[in-house]
C-alpha cells in the first residue's frame, strides 16, 4: 500500500456508541493531522501531531481524542458524538510541520461520519 | 485576520473557456499560498503553489497570480476540461505551519 489510508471509509454511529478512525500513512512522514469536512465550510484543523508529539489541538471538544502511537499511525477516537459532527473527517501527513519542507499535505480519502 | 475569502463558491464554465477562482487574505506574514484540488470521494491534493517572492506560476493549464499589495491570488485554468470538475481549495500559511483555507469552489466543465 502507499499514500494514506484511512479506515472505515464510511460510519455510522449512535450517540451513545465508541468508535474510532484509524489512518496509517506509508510515506515516511514525520507529522500527522486530523481535519473535519463540512460542506461550503473551510477545512476545520483538529490535531497535528509532530514527531509522535501533540502539536495542536483546535479548541476540539473532549468527545474526540487522537491517538499516535508512532509517526506512521493516527487514530480519532470517538465517544458520545452529536448529530453535528457529521461530516468528513481526513487525515493527512507531512514530512514534518513547518521548517523547511514544501509545505504540502498528502491526504486520505477520509471517513465519512453520520452520528444518528 | 487569518480568514481567507474565496470566490465564487460554485463556478460552471464551458469546455475550452477559462476558469478563475479568487482568493483574499489579511495576513501580511503569510508566506506560502498552496491550491488543493479534490475530486469527489477523495481527499483534498496539492495542484500548486506560490511563495510571495514571484507574482506567477504556472504549470501546464494551470497558473497562480499573486497581487500582494492587494493580497490576493488567484488560480486560472486555461482551456478547461471536464476532467477538471472538482472542488478547489485555496490556502495560505507562515512557514509551513497551520494553513488556513478556503471555503472551496465547486467548478464543473460542461461539455
Known amino acids: 500500500e502507499t499514500g494514506v489510508t484511512q479506515t472505515p471509509r464510511h460510519l455510522v454511529m449512535g450517540m451513545t456508541n465508541k468508535k474510532s478512525l484509524k489512518c496509517e500513512q506509508h510515506?515516511?512522514?514525520?507529522?500527522m493531522y486530523w481535519y473535519k469536512q463540512s460542506a461550503k465550510k473551510p477545512l476545520e484543523l483538529m490535531f497535528v501531531?509532530?514527531?509522535?508529539?501533540?502539536?495542536e489541538n483546535n479548541s476540539v471538544p473532549s468527545r474526540f481524542s487522537p491517538e499516535c502511537p508512532n509517526s506512521s499511525h493516527l487514530f480519532l477516537h470517538l465517544h458520545t458524538l452529536q448529530p453535528e459532527d457529521s461530516a468528513l473527517y481526513l487525515c493527512a501527513s507531512s514530512p514534518a510541520q513547518g521548517g523547511t519542507n514544501t509545505g504540502e499535505l498528502f491526504f486520505g480519502e477520509g471517513s465519512r461520519l453520520t452520528v444518528l | 485576520q487569518q480568514q481567507v475569502k474565496q470566490s465564487p463558491q460554485s463556478l460552471i464554465v464551458q469546455k475550452g473557456g477559462i476558469s478563475i477562482i479568487n482568493c483574499a487574505y489579511e495576513n501580511t506574514a503569510f508566506d506560502y499560498f498552496p491550491w488543493y484540488q479534490q475530486f469527489p470521494g477523495k481527499g483534498p491534493a496539492l495542484l500548486i503553489a506560490?511563495?510571495?517572492d514571484v507574482s506567477e506560476k504556472k504549470e501546464g493549464r494551470f497558473t497562480i497570480s499573486f497581487n500582494k499589495s492587494a493580497k490576493q491570488f488567484s488560480l486560472h485554468i486555461m482551456d478547461s476540461q471536464p476532467g477538471d470538475s472538482a472542488t478547489y481549495f485555496c490556502a495560505a500559511s507562515i512557514s509551513n505551519y497551520q494553513l488556513i483555507w478556503g471555503a472551496g469552489t465547486k467548478l464543473i466543465i460542461k461539455p
Open positions: 501531531y509532530n514527531f509522535k508529539e501533540q502539536t
Open positions: 506560490i511563495r510571495p
Open positions: 510515506l515516511g512522514h514525520n507529522a
